[in-house]
């Protein structure tokens, strides 16, 4: 005989208790670190840290941990904490222009000053399994960087005496002395929107736009950049530069009257620069997408920075055709802590309006028969659409 | 070694100044019934979709002496239901209840409880899409005008070509209404079943959609009207047959397969209101004795 459905209580105990046991996999396997997938499994890490919002490599390994490795999973724990966290207050802007650079490459130019810095890239390596990963074998010792020449270094000392190491500029720069590209917008001074503090509207302006980017999901932001490089709003792009290292974060301290620098943060950050053929107002002139990301991404980076461009149409005068340029479109899907949980709990119970669409359907059915007995029927009655 | 910090939260999870907010969004929701008010959700433990509206709504209502009650498709004991007591449970440490008469804050996904509401209890829907006319028209920028002109013609609309094809209007749960004689509101996905216990509810109902960002409500004995036609009437499900167990009618219920031949039940999807009447001594065609009187 059938009673009520009971035990969800014990039965969700239990589950977890699996949950738990299935993450530890063999126990005679030794447990992994938190050191170790902060130092091996680090593009892990950093995309955990880049869509969870907050910049802790050792809350995002333990996560990754936790989450099984399923790197949206631990994102939203990630975010989940942050939610939580109190705000001190906001740090001075980061200069990427005094980066720290790991890596820095730019596409259209052969040499720029400070040189192509390749770094560490998965590129030019041939995609070929490595047995020797499966031993603990030591892996080769990079090369010491070069040594720079006298002439290099008698320049170098006379350019930035209290610098020792003088960064690199910004490669879009150059092109902006000649009035090639657009400038980068001032510092208007306002405070910037923030996007967990403040609900999402349209429309958007461009911070909006970049902080939501910043955050979205690496895969939706890569398709929309692929389309736009497919003909779906076609930007002509060029990567200006791609730059990855540490710069300095600055808290201004009001008691002190100065800003205390509060350490270092790894981000990558690209340039792209498309092609605009100008209006009456404006001339010809290059023009920038942007892309900014925690940690080394640099697909993040580069897609952010393809449909940065895309969503700037309506600024820079040109025809709305694709997917990749409709920022309500783009701002309202690109979280996948919001995606997720949404196309997941379609498998939560539904089965109280599904009995109503039941209903509908066998009425509807009941009513179909009873016309086809009396006249002949030329099209299926529709079911009843599906809302969530 | 690495040394994590100890992570400590506030009564009901959220920070006090984020149920500020939140209470500022439930004010101005009142103040407007049936107005979607936006609001800075916060990513929750638990999913999108899974409620986190409404959890933010109840978080920031609830105060240390409130009695909770949860249920997810009518029952307290569907694992989201389990899930979100035991979350309250946890960080605020109230007293939980399944009785209907007992709570003082009902946080419900797809039903309104049979046993009629009273004055001074809240019931709080999760809601997924809290635009009625999204399905419409998808654009935010769009539908806000809409609203802001009182422009239903779309819905209208809508209905209408389900007559036309149909014969009647083809929306089950849902089901749109208009609050206070102004704002066309979503209900959440109740089934249109529920839709009269919302007018002249004595309770206050609020509607929490968290991944939408949304927070609005029908403060107690506000006119819900459930869009029709003077010619098409609105119309709530009927079943033929009483509930299995307790014998109920009028209430609403489920479909319950029994085999693979064709066998099937109906039961109260209201699992305490179902539970009561049997304590009260109501047997339906299938039921068994009363709790704690048959086997075990």
Redesign the interface.
């Known amino acids: ?9 014990r ?2 105990r239990n589950a977890h208790d699996l949950l738990a046991q299935t993450r530890r996999g063999d126990p005679e396997v030794p447990e992994i ?3 170790q997938i ?1 130092e091996q499994l680090s593009l892990a890490v950093d995309r955990v840290m880049a869509e969870g919002s907050l910049y802790d490599r ?2 995002a ?2 996560a990754l941990k936790q989450a099984r490795g399923d790197a949206i999973e631990a994102i ?1 724990l990630l ?6 966290l ?1 705000r001190f207050g906001a740090t001075l802007p980061v200069d990427t222009g005094t980066m720290r650079v790991r890596r820095r490459v730019s596409a259209t130019f052969k040499d720029i000053p400070g040189g192509q810095v390749l770094g560490p890239t998965f590129d030019y390596t041939h995609r070929l399994l490595d047995p020797s990963l499966a031993t603990e074998a030591e892996p080769r010792k990079p090369a010491p960087a070069p040594k720079k020449s006298a002439q290099a270094k008698a320049a170098q000392a006379r350019a930035a005496v209290q610098e020792p190491s003088a960064p690199p500029p910004r490669v879009v720069d150059l092109l902006g002395d000649e009035g090639l590209i657009e400038p980068s917008p001032p510092d208007t001074g306002a405070e910037p929107p923030d996007l ?8 958007a302006e461009r911070e909006t736009r970049l902080q939501n980017l910043a955050r979205g999901d690496e895969g939706f932001l890569l398709a929309l950049g692929y389309s736009t490089q497919r003909g779906y709003a076609r930007t002509h792009p060029f990567v200006g530069e791609i730059r990855m290292g540490a710069v300095q974060v600055e808290l201004f301290a009001e008691e002190l009257g100065f800003a205390v620098p509060l350490g270092e943060i790894t981000l990558t950050e690209c340039q792209m620069v498309n092609q605009f053929q100008g209006s009456a107002e404006v001339p010809p002139q290059f023009t920038r997408g942007y892309g900014l990301v925690f940690g080394q991404s640099e697909r993040k980076a580069m897609s952010m920075a393809l449909v940065d461009r895309a969503l700037r149409w309506q600024e820079l005068g040109e025809e709305k055709t694709a997917p990749a340029q409709d920022a ?1 479109f783009v701002l ?1 899907h690109s979280d996948n ?2 995606a ?7 498998k ?6 599904f ?6 359907v066998r009425r ?1 059915r009941a ?1 179909h028969a009873a016309r086809g007995d009396s006249e002949p029927q030329d099209e299926p ?2 079911a ?2 599906a ?2 | 070694m690495t040394v994590m910090p100890a992570i400590t939260y506030n009564f009901a999870y959220l920070d006090e100044q984020t149920k500020r907010m939140i209470r500022r969004a439930i004010l101005k929701a009142i103040a407007i019934p049936g107005y979607q008010v936006p609001f800075a959700s916060r990513e929750m433990p638990m999913p999108y979709g899974w409620g986190t509206g409404g959890v933010q709504v109840t978080a920031a209502i609830l105060g240390a002496d409130d009695v909770l009650k949860v249920i997810d498709q009518g029952s307290d004991d569907t694992t989201n239901a389990v899930a979100i007591r035991g979350f309250f449970k946890a960080t605020a440490g109230v007293a939980t209840t399944t009785r209907t008469q007992e709570a003082t804050v009902i946080q419900t996904r797809h039903r309104i409880p049979e046993t009629a509401l009273t004055a001074g209890q809240v019931l709080v829907y999760q809601v997924p899409i809290p635009e009625p006319l999204r399905f419409l028209e998808p654009r935010e920028t769009e539908t806000r005008k809409l609203h802001g002109l009182a422009d239903y013609g779309l819905m209208h609309v809508k209905l209408y070509e389900d007559i036309s094809r149909h014969g009647h209007i083809a929306t089950t749960y849902a089901y749109p209404v208009a609050v206070a004689g102004r704002y066309v509101m979503d209900p959440s996905p109740i089934p249109k079943f529920d839709n009269p216990k919302m007018d002249d509810c004595p309770a206050l109902q609020l509607f929490g959609a968290g991944r939408e960002q949304r927070i609005y409500a029908i403060p107690p004995h506000t006119r819900v009207v459930s869009l029709d036609f003077e010619d098409h009437p609105f119309e709530v499900q009927r079943f033929d047959k009483p509930c299995a167990l307790c014998g109920a009618q009028d209430v609403y219920l489920d479909e319950v397969i029994l085999d693979d031949r064709g066998g099937r039940m109906f039961v109260c999807s209201d699992t305490d209101h179902c539970e009561s009447r049997r304590a009260d001594g109501h047997v339906g065609p299938l039921g068994a004795p009363p709790p704690g009187k048959g086997k075990p």
């Open positions: 005989m059938y009673v009520a459905v009971k035990g969800g209580e039965a969700i670190g938190i050191d902060r050792d809350l390994a333990l939203f975010r989940a904490l942050r939610t939580t109190p967990t503090r403040a609900p999402l509207a349209f429309p309500e309202s802590v919001q997720t949980g949404f196309v997941e709990h379609l939560l119970p539904h089965y109280v309006d009995q109503a669409e039941l209903d509908l509807l009513e009655t529709e009843a659409e809302t969530p």
